[in-house]
């Protein structure tokens, strides 16, 4: 069974274009995550949700936005993509409180 | 705002080995948590260790062990007989604790190359 999962796990488009990148856990977490990886591996927090609310926002531009349907999910929608944009992107979650981040296989966006 | 630094951008070891990687981080808080993540070529993120910092004993996951010296602000992570598979990027994170909500400042990552 996978504990959290992306979706699509690569995605090409052009500039300009809008798309989304899919979330799901079955881990009954309360509290998902989205990071992005850049081309020198360097790992930044996004957002954070907390039981569908969002608690960070961590300066990411406003064409980027995510959405919690329910707390098992956080999909991202990123509009007027850019090249800048192409990156690895990571969703995660956790339980509440200190404990480790689990993290779902990526999602290798390039943006041509 | 915090900062988490690795400062060996690579490392070799030879199989069977033990081999240190450096993790120092600069906070003030005093409740904080530190974790290690392994990345193997194929992508994912694997949660290794985590050390609170108000553990008073160094953490250990089998061949995982993490030398935290608090006075130093420094949470090294070891790995004891070293495998061809433990060839990854290692990345540090700190979180800050008695916030209610995680929030991961990764470093910028070792890679560890294991040779036979």
């Known amino acids: 069974d996978t504990a959290v999962s992306q979706t699509p796990k690569y995605l090409v488009t052009q500039m300009g274009n809008d798309k989304s990148i899919k979330c799901e856990q079955n881990?009954?977490?309360?509290?998902m995550y989205w990071y992005k990886q850049d081309s020198k591996k360097f790992l930044k927090i996004m957002f954070s949700?907390?039981?569908?609310?969002?608690?960070i926002n961590e300066t990411v531009p406003n064409r980027f936005s995510p959405k919690s349907p329910d707390k098992a999910h956080l999909n991202l929608h990123i509009n007027s993509l850019e090249l800048g944009d192409s990156a690895v992107y990571f969703c995660?979650?956790?339980?509440?409180?200190?404990?480790?981040?689990?993290f779902g296989p990526g999602t290798r966006l390039t943006v041509t | 705002a915090q900062k988490i630094t690795q400062t060996q951008p690579g490392m070799f070891v030879q199989e069977k080995e033990a081999v240190t990687l450096d993790c120092t981080y600069d906070?003030?808080?005093?409740?904080?948590?530190l974790f290690w993540y392994k990345q193997p070529s194929s992508g994912e993120m694997i949660f290794l260790i985590y050390?609170?910092?108000?553990?008073?004993q160094n953490a250990t996951e089998g061949r995982y062990s993490l030398n935290f010296q608090k006075a130093r602000k420094s949470a090294n992570l070891v790995i004891s007989a070293s495998q061809l598979g433990d060839s990854a990027m290692y990345f540090c994170?700190?979180?800050?604790?008695?916030?209610?909500?995680?929030?991961?400042?990764f470093g910028t990552g070792t890679r560890l190359l294991v040779s036979p």
């Open positions: 995660a979650s956790s339980q509440a409180g200190p404990s480790e981040q689990y």
């Open positions: 881990l009954g977490h309360d509290t």
């Open positions: 949700y907390n039981n569908k609310e969002l608690i």
């Open positions: 906070t003030s808080d005093p409740s904080y948590g």
């Open positions: 050390q609170g910092s108000y553990d008073q």
């Open positions: 994170a700190f979180e800050r604790g008695n916030t209610g909500f995680q929030k991961l400042v």
